[in-house]
């Protein structure tokens, strides 16, 4: 019988998610990665994934569907190559998006390490997107999720070969009332718990806060002005504005005004129109390619640059260094350096980069 080490963050995804490997004859270990506590992020509610609550919920579940469940403490990895990292971006004008990060580093590295040290023989994640094979090309294929508003295929582009291989995401044929709808039947009492937010470390979704309680600097306040230099008003330190931000601003003005540009050198944030948030091209870096072998000339696909936008057409060129230039038929709304562009041939994930 295969045995599957199942990624258990007490919510209602990953819980059907371990009964739906349960039933299909695996071996299944239900497991919580603990990231981070409640006291290091400086938060005492009890909604994020690593709260007590949620481990509990998680252990629950297992017990109710006859599976063994574990803690892995995973927080000195996470403090480093996500909330370490997330911070570093944002002082050096990048927006990071640190599940990613977390997926990267934590679900499909570490999480992948205890799978061969248990013998395990697949890791399961409660995503929406599916894994699949091409019998042509002798490759693992990652895929959109079949409820396209739940899909999670852009922050899975890093999955290696090796990690396709060994990797079971039930979820992507389902929709998420079916899923809700299979918790309920089954009595978990994750049935109805809300979904866990973006970014778990920040709760309250205040990065700039977070960051300064965090690290216990103070970032200064600067000036906002136009692109041609011409003052606007005082801005509350550059971190806490990110590329397309219309809220917040405070700046009375003729017209409504965006965050265009952030010029850390002077600690100015830019101000301008919507049309100036619009690019025709991006070079993106730490290229993987997914579904297909890296491409030695131009090729045409759909490219992502945020989570929740729409797929664009456009040209991608192969690069040196793993890097690859995009020229987007139509110009897209605020590309943002440290997002990721992720690209697309259809429902095909073809692969993916960090936005420069």
């Not at 409820?147 to 922050?155: A, E, L, P």
Request: net charge negative; aromatic share 10%.
């Amino acid at each position: 019988m295969p045995k599957a080490l199942i990624a258990m963050s007490g919510g209602v995804d990953s819980s059907v998610a371990a009964l739906l490997m349960k039933q299909s004859g695996f071996d299944c270990t239900g497991v919580n990665m603990r990231l981070f506590s409640n006291e290091d992020i400086g938060d005492d509610g009890d909604k994020s994934c690593c709260s007590l609550d949620s481990i509990e919920d998680a252990r629950s579940v297992c017990r109710r569907i006859g599976i063994p469940f574990h803690v892995f403490n995973f927080t000195d990895t996470f403090k480093e190559k996500v909330i370490d990292k997330f911070i570093l971006s944002y002082e050096n004008g990048y927006t990071p998006n640190p599940c990613i990060d977390c997926n990267r580093y934590l679900k499909f590295s570490k999480l992948f390490q205890r799978m061969e040290e248990l013998s395990c023989d697949f890791v399961v994640t409660g995503h929406y997107a599916r894994v699949g094979y091409d019998e042509k090309t002798g490759r693992y294929i990652l895929s959109k999720a079949v409820d396209t508003k739940k899909d999670q295929s852009y922050v899975l582009y890093n999955l290696t070969q090796e990690q396709l291989s060994h990797l079971k995401l039930p979820l992507g044929e389902y929709t998420k009332p079916e899923i809700r709808e299979i918790a309920e039947q089954n009595g978990f009492v994750t049935a109805s718990k809300s979904d866990s937010q973006d970014i778990c470390f920040v709760p309250d979704g205040d990065y700039g806060s977070f960051i300064e309680r965090y690290t216990g600097k103070k970032y200064e306040k600067g000036d906002f002005t136009l692109s041609d230099g011409t003052f606007l008003g005082r801005h509350e330190g550059i971190i806490r504005y990110t590329l397309g931000q219309r809220k917040g601003l405070g700046v009375p003005y003729a017209h409504r005004l965006y965050v265009t540009g952030k010029d850390f050198e002077n600690n100015r944030v830019i101000l301008g129109t919507e049309d100036d948030l619009y690019s025709s091209y991006l070079t993106a870096s730490d290229v993987n390619w997914v579904s297909i072998e890296k491409p030695t000339s131009p090729i045409r696909a759909q490219v992502k640059v945020r989570y929740s936008q729409s797929q664009a057409d456009a040209l991608i060129t192969p690069l040196d260094d793993n890097r690859v230039k995009v020229e987007f038929d139509t110009p897209q709304r605020a590309v943002t350096k440290g997002q990721a562009a992720v690209f697309y041939d259809g429902d095909l994930v073809l692969g993916g980069g960090m936005i420069e």
